[in-house]
Structure formats: C-alpha cells, structure tokens
C-alpha cells in the first residue's frame, strides 16, 4: 500500500495536479474545463459524488485547514474545493493502488511468477511511475492505469459479463479506451472475422464511439476543441534536460520491448502493437512526445515484453487465457 502512495505523493508535489489553467480540478469537477480533458467524466462524476456526501462540518473544518496551509498554497489548491481534493486524492490513491493490483493478476497469466516476484514486479512498476509524470498529474491518469489494464485482462479471459462495464467506466475516463477493441482484433487477427468475435469488436466500438459523441455533445459548449496540436512543438525537441532523460526512457523501454518480441506470447505480443504504435503517432501530434503518462495504455504489455526479455520463465506455449490464472494467483 505504501508503494502506491508514491507516485501519489511525487505527482501531487511534482508536477502537481492543479496548474494547468485548462484542466483545474475545480473546473474538471464541475464541468468547465476546457476540451478534451473536461471530456473525462468518470473520476470528475465521482468526486463531485464524494464531496456533496461529505458532512458539512467536516466541509468547513478541511476548507479552514486549507486556508491555513502554506503547503496547500504552494501546491495552487483553492480552500474553497477542500473537499473535491481530499475526494480526488482519495480515488486517486485507490486506483493506483487496483492498477498494481490488477497488473500482477495480468502478468502471473504469462510468466512464472512466485508470489514474491510477482509482488515486485508490481511494486517496481509504482516506484518507477512517477518517470512518466511531464507537466502535469491529471485526476484520470491512475484510474485509466487501472482500467484499461483490468479490460484486458478481462478481454483475454472472455470474462465478458465483467470486462464491458469496465469498458464503459474506461470510456468514460478517457476516450483512449477505444484502443482495447484495436487489441482486441489484432489478436484475434482474420478470426475477427467470426461471428462470435466480429459481434464482440464491433459491440465494443459501438459502444466507445457513442460515449465520446455522447461527451462531445455534453461539453460542445466548452472552450478547446477535439484535441491540442503539438506537433510543431515534438518536431522542433525542444525538451528541458528532464524531457531529454524521459525522451531516453521512451526509447530504452521501446528497445526493451522489441528485444525478445517475437517469442513473447500472442496477447502481449499483440496488445503491444495495437496500443504503442498508435500511441506513438497520436503523441507526435496530439501530445508531448516525452511526456510518457500518454502511452499508459500500453504499459501493461510493455511490463510483460520486458520482463521476457530480463528473462522472466513462460507459463508455456498455450496462448490462450482463463480465469484460472486468477484463481492460481491468488
């Protein structure tokens, strides 16, 4: 538990949660961020649930205690949302720690992992977290850590009564969702094409493409638009010595996961690809290409690929995926 307070702590502190002007938490929380963050409703819903919960009493003693705070004005919180950010913190926290969670059920399908390596494993992702933190922590990153990664799992399990409810949350949180059908056909590859899978693909990007026309309707009125453009920017690299080092990172990670890519199971082998590459382009035009909080959808297969390649032992050749995983792990 304490391992998943710190990249809770480090992106509280730095680069801290509230300074962007077009994406503060009192403005995502109530609808008047600017697009396309105020598009990702599911933590904002959650939160504004949370504080209106929260006793009054207990409202105005957090509102004087942040009043009072020089730590709380150093970090740009507004005393007034005290309880919109304890409630963000909150779930925040709660997500990081499921994401790391969920992540050791995802990884002990692939490879044999003792209990205590599998905790590490998961325990070393959170310690290296807060590496792909640029500019800003958003209060959906942690969450769509979790779920997307627990969708799929859930995918490769079939699990489907369980994953598309999480796959309506995950579109909810934020639109990059929709990459878990691109998963979900890469691996299936020309067998997409039956029905009992065609039905599956084309259900799942039914439903992703409803939920942001049904956000982008909500929030029509908002200032921004579909998406930033910052290829001008990523063109240019014009990185501080830290955006250089998280560039390196990228690239070392990326080298990591092609090394022994060939031998690594289907699922991984293909979730890597549905998700990086497209990660990577959308980034060079919509995002920092440094900022490496944008390829979260890929880390789950990415932990995997390099764990082979360190020379983590495979479960064995079977690609298939089912729930005993879940039950062994256990």
Same mark, same amino acid.
């Given at each position: 538990?304490?391992?998943?307070?710190?990249?809770?702590?480090?992106?509280?502190?730095?680069?801290?949660?509230?300074?962007?002007?077009?994406?503060?938490?009192?403005?995502?929380?109530?609808?008047?961020?600017?697009?396309?963050?105020?598009?990702?409703?599911?933590?904002?819903?959650?939160?504004?649930?949370?504080?209106?919960?929260?006793?009054?009493?207990?409202?105005?003693?957090?509102?004087?205690?942040?009043?009072?705070?020089?730590?709380?004005?150093?970090?740009?919180?507004?005393?007034?949302?005290?309880?919109?950010?304890?409630?963000?913190?909150?779930?925040?926290?709660?997500?990081?720690?499921?994401?790391?969670?969920?992540?050791?059920?995802?990884?002990?399908?692939?490879?044999?992992?003792?209990?205590?390596?599998?905790?590490?494993?998961?325990?070393?992702?959170?310690?290296?977290?807060?590496?792909?933190?640029?500019?800003?922590?958003?209060?959906?990153?942690?969450?769509?850590?979790?779920?997307?990664?627990?969708?799929?799992?859930?995918?490769?399990?079939?699990?489907?009564?369980?994953?598309?409810?999480?796959?309506? #949350?995950?579109? *909810?949180?934020?639109?990059?969702? &929709?990459? $878990?059908? %691109? /998963?979900? +056909? @890469?691996?299936?590859?020309?067998?997409?094409?039956?029905?009992?899978?065609?039905?599956?693909?084309?259900?799942?990007?039914?439903?992703?493409?409803?939920?942001?026309?049904?956000?982008?309707?909500?929030?029509?009125?908002?200032?921004?638009?579909?998406?930033?453009?910052?290829?001008?920017?990523?063109?240019?690299?014009? #990185?501080?010595? *830290?955006?250089?080092?998280?560039? &390196?990172? $990228?690239? %070392? /990670?990326? +080298? @990591?996961?092609?090394?022994?890519?060939?031998?690594?199971?289907?699922?991984?082998?293909?979730?890597?690809?549905?998700?990086?590459?497209?990660?990577?382009?959308?980034?060079?035009?919509?995002?920092?290409?440094?900022?490496?909080?944008?390829?979260?959808?890929?880390?789950?297969?990415?932990?995997?690929?390099?764990?082979?390649?360190?020379?983590?032992?495979?479960?064995?050749?079977?690609?298939?995926?089912?729930?005993? +995983?879940?039950?062994?792990?256990?």
């Amino acid at each position: 538990m304490a391992v998943a307070a710190v990249p809770m702590v480090v992106g509280v502190f730095r680069p801290g949660m509230n300074y962007y002007h077009k994406a503060k938490v009192a403005d995502m929380v109530y609808g008047r961020a600017h697009q396309p963050f105020v598009r990702r409703q599911l933590v904002p819903v959650m939160v504004r649930g949370g504080a209106a919960l929260m006793p009054a009493a207990m409202r105005g003693q957090l509102e004087e205690r942040f009043a009072k705070s020089e730590l709380v004005k150093r970090l740009g919180w507004d005393a007034e949302y005290a309880g919109e950010f304890v409630a963000a913190i909150i779930l925040m926290y709660g997500a990081m720690l499921g994401f790391l969670l969920v992540l050791r059920l995802f990884l002990v399908q692939f490879f044999e992992l003792s209990g205590i390596k599998s905790h590490g494993v998961a325990l070393a992702t959170g310690l290296l977290l807060p590496a792909t933190f640029c500019g800003v922590l958003y209060i959906y990153d942690f969450s769509q850590l979790l779920l997307f990664t627990t969708g799929a799992l859930l995918m490769g399990q079939r699990r489907w009564g369980l994953f598309y409810p999480v796959f309506i #949350l995950g579109c *909810l949180n934020k639109e990059t969702t &929709i990459l $878990l059908p %691109v /998963v979900f +056909a @890469l691996y299936h590859g020309w067998r997409t094409l039956r029905w009992e899978n065609l039905r599956h693909f084309l259900g799942q990007m039914a439903l992703g493409l409803a939920m942001a026309l049904m956000l982008s309707w909500l929030f029509q009125g908002n200032p921004g638009g579909a998406a930033e453009w910052h290829l001008e920017r990523n063109l240019h690299l014009s #990185l501080s010595g *830290l955006g250089w080092a998280r560039l &390196i990172i $990228l690239i %070392v /990670v990326v +080298a @990591l996961c092609l090394v022994r890519i060939l031998k690594a199971p289907v699922f991984l082998r293909r979730g890597w690809l549905a998700t990086m590459p497209i990660l990577l382009v959308a980034t060079l035009f919509l995002g920092y290409i440094d900022e490496l909080r944008d390829y979260y959808e890929a880390l789950p297969f990415a932990v995997g690929l390099i764990l082979l390649t360190l020379g983590a032992k495979l479960k064995g050749t079977d690609e298939s995926l089912s729930s005993s +995983a879940i039950t062994a792990s256990n």
